[in-house]
């Protein structure tokens, strides 16, 4: 079993509606919490970390920790095509050696149709 | 506002040859991460840098090898190249090793 779960989709959703993306995980040392968005062919580009639970608002995002049940929510509100892309979940316990290294989650494919 | 910047961006390369992949970070970023992403899966964590200096380390394959330099910039030099080496690298870089990282647009590695 991996550490991080997510389910791969595609999720496909009409413009203008609500996205949940999840995430569930086992190991209770993580402490980071980041979302990222990888468009076909790119790298992946960070949108969004927390740090332990709660919630954390940028813009048209939201991302919801909670720690009690390991899971982790990514809504994103008026969805539009352009947020057609798969986006990875990722976890950290915090700074091993130099840095904080992430344990991905597979992604979630999401296509927003117009 | 600069990237990371990864090259090549494509590379075709034989069954037991090496390759090297060049990674140069965002300015004043100061630790450097590498990455292998197969096909449908996640990125895969390989080895890091901070000040350079190797940080962290992954699931390296004992044929790859990677530094940085004194500008900062990191090679991954990779040797003996299986089929299964085939994969997306990519380059990500940060400031003091922290939580924000951010990716290359990676260099598509084909082994025939």
């Known amino acids: 079993q991996k550490e991080v779960e997510q389910d791969p989709g595609p999720l496909s959703v009409p413009e203008g509606a609500i996205v949940s993306l999840n995430c569930t995980y086992s190991?209770?040392?993580?402490?980071?919490f980041m979302w990222y968005r990888q468009y076909s062919r790119k790298g992946p580009e960070l949108l969004m970390y927390t740090y332990s639970s709660g919630n954390k608002e940028d813009g048209r995002f939201t991302a919801q920790v909670d720690k009690s049940s390991k899971y982790i929510s990514l809504f994103i509100r008026d969805s539009q095509p352009s947020d057609s892309a798969t986006y990875l979940c990722?976890?950290?316990?915090?700074?091993?050696?130099?840095?904080?290294?992430?344990?991905f989650g597979r992604g979630t494919s999401l296509i927003v149709h117009p | 506002a600069a990237g990371v910047i990864q090259s090549p961006r494509h590379l075709i390369k034989e069954k037991r040859e090496t390759a090297t992949l060049k990674c140069y970070p965002i300015p004043r970023h100061d630790t450097v991460y590498w990455y292998q992403q197969g096909p449908g899966q996640d990125p895969q964590f390989l080895i890091s840098?901070?000040?350079?200096?190797?940080?962290d380390k992954g699931s390296i394959p004992d044929r790859f090898s990677a530094q940085q330099f004194s500008d900062y910039h990191s090679e991954l030099n990779m040797s003996s190249l299986e089929l299964g080496d085939s994969a997306l690298y990519f380059c990500?870089?940060?400031?003091?090793?922290?939580?924000?990282?951010?990716f290359g647009p990676g260099t598509r590695l084909t082994v025939t």
């Open positions: 990500a870089s940060s400031r003091e090793g922290g939580v924000e990282q951010y």
């Open positions: 990722a976890m950290s316990d915090g700074r091993t050696g130099g840095s904080y290294i992430p344990t």
């Open positions: 190991n209770s040392a993580f402490q980071y």
């Open positions: 840098f901070y000040e350079k200096m190797q940080s």
